[in-house]
């Protein structure tokens, strides 16, 4: 029934959530050579089946979006989880950063970005 969904719906999501969170520390293992099957745009699009089933098409959408809700937490300045870092080193240390720090943690954490989807993307044409 419709309600009886949202427990079996948070299970799910918890369930890979935590897949999730074990690959991607796999992936930044590198004696596992995990990272070799990391992918771009044609990873994603390639994971979409060939004839159209709306059950695959959400389960894709739902997987996509808790892979970029974890990925947004890591730790990484540009993203939400640096601004926590940061925060959480301003609620220990009772100081802000200073404004420039700031600037050139961001600017590392875009080129940390940028770098993370050209490997994702030279990936896939790697193995093109």
């Known amino acids: 029934s419709f309600f009886e969904s949202f427990p ?8 890979r959530v935590v ?8 992936i930044f293992t590198p004696s596992t050579g995990a990272y070799k099957g990391v ?4 990873a994603i699009y390639d994971i ?5 089933s709306w059950q695959s098409f959400w389960s894709i959408t739902a997987f996509l979006s808790i892979m970029l809700g974890v990925l947004n937490l890591l730790p990484i300045p540009a993203l939400d989880g640096g601004h ?3 925060l959480l080193y301003e609620m220990v ?16 954490g875009f ?12 990936n896939d044409i790697y193995k093109a």
């Open 111 to 122: 080129f940390i970005l940028i770098a993370l989807v050209l490997f994702a993307n030279g």
């Open 19 to 26: 897949s999730y969170w074990d690959q991607l520390g796999a």
């Open 48 to 52: 979409f089946p060939k004839t159209w």
């Open 8 to 15: 079996v719906g948070l299970k799910k999501a918890k369930d």
């Open 93 to 108: 240390s009772g100081r802000k950063p200073g404004d420039k720090f700031m600037e050139y943690a961001q600017m590392v």
């Open 84 to 86: 926590v870092m940061f």
């Open 39 to 42: 992918g771009g745009f044609k």
